[in-house]
C-alpha cells in the first residue's frame, strides 16, 4: 500500500461527512483511511462504520489528545507514505496524487507540506508551509495573506502544518513520531524541527490543497491554547534549537518570549500564561534530556539551519505588546 491517511476526531461528527467524503474522491487510490477517535460522545464513531465502511475507525477511552492520537494511526498504518487530514479538513480531488507524486519525484525530500486555504474564505491563506522565525517561534507561512499567486511555486519550507501533510515512513522511523507531552500545538513545528535536524527537507506542494475550517475543534479546548501554545512553543526552543543558533540570537529570542507573555498578561490571560511558564520550569530536566538526545543525532550545520529559517517578527511582537498596554 502507497499511503495511510491518518484522521483524529474528537467530537466532529458534523465535519466528518465532508472531510471523508473529499478521500472519497481522491484521484489517488491505493491509499487506506484509518480514523482515530478520541472518546467522542457525540455518535462519532458509529457515524463513520455506518456511512463510511471503508474507513478504520480506532477508538481510545478518552481525549489523549491530537499527539498520542496521530501516534496510534501512524503505528497502526501500513502505507509507504503517511498523510494527516484534519477532521475539519477538506482535501481536493487531487490532493494526495500531488503530495505522492512530490515525494516519489524528490528523493531527497522527507515530507511534504499542503496548501490550507480558509474553508468560510477560500481565498484567504491558512498556511503554505509551516516557518521557524530566529527569534525562537514558529508559524504558518502566509497565515490570512490572500492568494494572490504567491504561493504558486513548489518549493522548499522549514515544515509542514499536521492538519493536511504527509511523510516518508522511514524519516517518520528515523526521527520519531510526534512529542506525547505536547498534547497539542505546536507538535508539528517540533517534528519538523527534528526532520531537519536530521536532514530531512521539506516541499510544500501547491497544487495540493486543503479547505479548513479554522479552529473547527481546537475551539474547544477553551482556555488550553493560550496554555499549550505558549508552554509548547519554548519546548521547541529548548529541545531543538543548536546552542551556537541559541546563543548568538538568546537577546533576540528573550525579548520576543517576554514581549509575548506580557501582551497576553495585558490581556487578562495571566493564568495560563503562568501555568505555562511553571510547567516549562518544573519539566526543565526532561526537556533539556530530550535535547541531549536530539542534539546528539543532528547531521546539518548551523549554517544550513540558519538558512531554512525566517528572519524577523520581533518587532511585530513588541508592537502587538505595547498596544495592548495602550489599550488598557
Avoid at 102 to 107: G, I, M, R, T, V
Avoid at 136 to 161: H, L, S, T, Y
Avoid at 201 to 213: G, I, M, Q
Avoid at 235 to 250: D, E, F, H, I
Wanted: glycine residues 8%.
Amino acid at each position: 500500500m502507497r499511503a495511510s491517511v491518518i484522521i483524529v476526531n474528537w467530537n466532529g461528527k458534523h465535519f466528518l461527512e465532508g472531510c471523508l467524503t473529499s478521500l472519497r474522491e481522491q484521484t489517488f487510490g491505493d491509499f487506506e483511511t484509518i480514523l482515530v477517535d478520541n472518546g467522542s460522545t457525540d455518535g462519532s464513531p458509529e457515524f463513520v462504520n455506518g456511512r463510511f465502511p471503508e474507513v478504520t475507525v480506532v477508538r481510545l477511552p478518552e481525549n489523549y489528545g491530537f499527539c498520542v492520537a496521530n501516534n496510534v494511526g501512524i503505528r497502526q498504518s501500513e502505507g509507504q507514505y503517511v498523510a494527516l487530514l484534519n477532521n475539519d479538513a477538506e482535501a481536493s480531488p487531487r490532493w494526495l496524487e500531488e503530495l505522492v507524486g512530490a515525494l516519489d519525484s524528490n528523493p531527497q525530500a522527507g515530507f511534504c507540506a499542503s496548501k490550507l486555504l480558509l474553508y468560510d474564505h477560500p481565498d484567504i491563506v491558512d498556511s503554505a508551509g509551516d516557518i521557524f522565525y530566529t527569534c525562537g517561534v514558529g508559524d504558518k507561512r502566509g497565515r490570512q495573506e490572500r492568494d494572490d499567486g504567491q504561493f504558486d511555486e513548489m518549493i522548499p519550507v522549514f515544515g509542514a502544518c499536521a492538519g493536511a501533510a504527509l511523510y516518508r515512513r522511514e524519516m517518520l522511523e528515523d526521527v520519531g513520531l510526534f512529542d506525547e507531552d505536547f498534547f497539542a500545538y505546536d507538535e508539528d513545528i517540533d517534528l519538523s524541527f527534528r526532520a531537519q535536524l536530521r536532514g530531512y527537507s521539506c516541499l510544500f506542494v501547491p497544487e495540493a490543497v486543503v479547505r479548513h475550517h479554522l479552529k473547527g475543534t481546537s475551539r474547544k479546548l477553551l482556555e488550553k491554547p493560550v496554555y499549550l501554545a505558549r508552554r509548547n512553543a519554548l519546548y521547541v526552543l529548548v529541545k531543538n534549537m543548536p546552542l551556537g543558533l541559541l546563543s548568538r540570537r538568546l537577546p533576540y529570542i528573550l525579548c520576543y518570549y517576554l514581549a509575548g507573555d506580557l501582551s497576553y498578561i495585558i490581556r487578562g490571560n495571566w493564568k495560563p500564561v503562568l501555568r505555562a511558564r511553571l510547567h516549562n520550569l518544573t519539566h526543565l530536566r526532561k526537556t533539556l534530556a530530550s535535547r541531549r538526545q536530539i542534539q546528539a543525532g543532528r547531521r546539518v550545520s548551523n549554517g544550513y539551519l540558519n538558512s531554512v529559517m525566517t528572519p524577523g517578527r520581533i518587532r511585530a511582537i513588541l508592537r502587538k505588546a505595547l498596544g495592548s498596554l495602550k489599550a488598557r
